[in-house]
């Protein structure tokens, strides 16, 4: 007799097969983008190539269209397995250091610089960045992706055509890519538009009909190159200023020697008060994704530079965090000195912590240039009946 009732088996024969039908679904989500991605490029090749290069044109334009269209066909599909190949791609654990918990403090603030990865991104909070899902240090830019399921290193961002994240080392295929629908789009734009055009030149319309598949090569060169060369642009804006998508929609808090919590006159060091601090100049900053060598910088070949990991930073925007850092510890320690002084019982930690405080302080800054300018006046308490 089964130790379980029986309703309990069947619940959990019940459980397995919503699981295995959930499982069925995301795979097919997952594979339909991709299958339509490349069925419409080889039926866009086979248009370009076959029915106008070989059978419609003649002389030299047959030539250029059959050579130009194998070609940047073959560097689409070969770009666009090379993204999903390298998709995902997170650090192992063995990379980054790992922990049951999240820290409670940053590397600064805990003094475990030894165990954590070098970088000057933090939480929002000022925390040292950790990944609560897989369990590990987040090296700068990196960012969970829970569709993938993983960290990944310098995401872009979740592409529904590929499936698959675009990150470090993927993100110069994705560019190429881009390029190459791009031109792909410019040249069946152009060998669509002759032939329709000599189609009616000819009135070959009064005997025969058009091709079906001319017009929809044609409409949808169109349609398709001017989305991907608005988002192609797009991406070489951020391309030039080293920035990826999710950074380019989000503030980017640094790291910084004063506690998050602390700051009480200037905010946090963010990328919106001093800058990008990955933003190396446009030659460098494209330098970082497609590699030195100009030979291969349009060749879907792995050239980026780095691990990852690590990234080299703005001297100007370090030094302006650092300043920054530097100037409010002195103004925080300036404030504490007048307090004591004073004689108030009441200490700078629990005022910038957002308990009760026995002051109104305005008007601090000036003690940095010497004038200061610092008023008390009893804060009104409101008593019960």
């Not at 993204?83 to 918990?101: H, L, Q, T």
């Not at 031109?183 to 002759?194: D, K």
Request: aromatic share 12%; glycine share 8%.
């Amino acid at each position: 007799m089964s130790r379980y009732p029986r309703d309990a088996t069947v619940g959990k024969k019940r459980a397995c097969s919503a699981g295995e039908v959930n499982a069925f679904c995301c795979s097919l989500a997952t594979l339909f983008p991709r299958v339509f991605v490349n069925v419409l490029l080889t039926w866009a090749a086979y248009v370009l190539v076959v029915d106008i290069g070989v059978r419609t044109l003649e002389g030299f334009g047959s030539a250029v269209v059959v050579v130009f269209g194998t070609g940047i066909y073959v560097l689409c599909v070969s770009s666009y397995v090379l993204i999903v190949w390298y998709a995902g791609i997170g650090p192992s654990r063995s990379e980054m250091p790992g922990g049951d918990e999240e820290p409670l403090e940053t590397d600064l603030e805990a003094g475990r610089a030894a165990l954590l990865p070098q970088g000057v991104l933090a939480k929002e909070n000022g925390r040292q960045r950790y990944c609560s899902k897989c369990r590990c240090f987040k090296p700068d830019r990196t960012h969970h992706c829970s569709t993938c399921g993983t960290c990944v290193l310098r995401m872009d961002h979740h592409c529904p055509w590929f499936s698959s994240c675009i990150g470090f080392d993927n993100h110069k295929y994705f560019i190429l890519f881009l390029i190459y629908v791009v031109v792909f789009c410019l040249v069946s734009f152009f060998a669509s538009g002759i032939v329709l055009l000599d189609w009616i030149d000819r009135s070959e319309y009064l005997d025969t009909y058009i091709s079906l598949n001319w017009v929809f090569l044609f409409i949808i060169s169109i349609i398709f190159g001017i989305a991907v060369l608005i988002f192609l642009c797009y991406q070489l804006y951020l391309l030039f200023t080293n920035k990826t998508t999710i950074e380019a929609m989000e503030t980017q808090r640094y790291k910084s020697s004063v506690a998050s919590s602390s700051y009480r006159y200037s905010e946090p060091p963010s990328s919106e008060s001093v800058g990008n601090v990955f933003d190396l100049g446009w030659r460098e900053n494209f330098r970082e994704v497609m590699g030195d060598n100009p030979w291969t910088w349009f060749w879907p070949i792995r050239t980026s530079k780095g691990n990852g990991m690590t990234f080299p930073t703005n001297p100007k925007v370090v030094n302006a965090i650092r300043r920054q850092a530097e100037q409010e510890a002195h103004m925080l320690s300036s404030l504490q000195g007048f307090l004591d002084r004073r004689g108030e019982s009441s200490s700078l930690s629990n005022s910038s912590a957002g308990r009760s405080s026995n002051v109104v302080i305005a008007n601090v800054e000036d003690e940095l240039t010497g004038r200061v300018s610092v008023e008390f006046r009893p804060s009104e308490r409101r008593h019960g009946n």
